[in-house]
C-alpha cells in the first residue's frame, strides 16, 4: 500500500497505527449514541479531551518539539501586542 500511493514505509506504518488506535475512539461514541446513551457518550468525549490535553502538555515538553511550541507562543504574544 505504501508504495501503491508513494509514501515512505515508515510514514504509512506510522499513519496505520495511528488510525489503528484511534479508531475506538470514534466507534465507542457513535455505538454509544445509537443506543441513546447519550451520558456515557458526553463522558467519554470529555474524558479523551481530558487524555488529549494531557498528551499536548506533554509534547510541549519534550525536546523534539519545544523550539515549534516557542514559536507559536513567541507569536502569539506578538499578535497580543499588535491589537
Known sequence: M???SGLVQSFFGTLF???S???PEVVVP???IRIR???STMTNINDASLRLNENMEALKHNFLFRGYFKKQEKAKLKEQKNK
Do not use: H, M, V
Open 2 to 4: 505504501a508504495e501503491a
Open 17 to 19: 497505527l495511528a488510525a
Open 21 to 23: 488506535t484511534s479508531l
Open 30 to 32: 457513535i455505538a454509544t
Open 37 to 39: 446513551k447519550i451520558d
